[in-house]
């Protein structure tokens, strides 16, 4: 099983910028696909963005398209997710994913992640 332990999130002012990170260790980090999810209080988690082994495909929910770009350094077993002009809507604890090893398709369901971080948590301030 792969451990994914997130950070970079924090306190920024809307229009503002934040880069979150996820760090990847356990099982041999074979570049499964990942995903970045996020979870405001009292909604459920959603969907925010995919990427897929090489970073070659990447996608986006609505919400974040054009403002928020997902990349990965699997030398590093890295994933990050830039994260620019930041709204209030943006406040959430956000958290990545790791699809089964095989599993190559865009995914935008959390069940369809076998692994999950601890989440880290972005607020932002109008």
């Known amino acids: 099983q792969v451990q994914l332990v997130e950070s970079g999130g924090g306190l920024v002012r809307a229009g503002g910028s934040l880069r979150l990170s996820c760090a990847a260790s356990?099982?041999?980090?074979?570049?499964?696909?990942m995903g970045w999810f996020r979870q405001a209080p009292g909604k459920g988690r959603e969907f925010v963005s995919f990427?897929?082994?090489?970073?070659?495909?990447?996608y986006y929910a609505d919400s974040v398209k054009g403002r928020f770009t997902m990349s990965r350094d699997n030398a590093k077993n890295m994933v990050y997710l830039q994260m620019n002009s930041l709204k209030p809507e943006d406040t959430a604890v956000y958290y990545c994913?790791?699809?089964?090893?095989?599993?190559?398709?865009?995914?935008?369901?959390?069940?369809?992640?076998?692994?999950w971080g601890q989440g880290t948590q972005v607020t932002v301030s109008s």
């Open positions: 994913a790791a699809r089964p090893v095989g599993h190559i398709s865009v995914a935008v369901t959390i069940a369809e992640y076998d692994a």
């Open positions: 990427i897929n082994w090489n970073g070659g495909r990447t």
């Open positions: 356990g099982r041999t980090f074979s570049s499964p696909a």
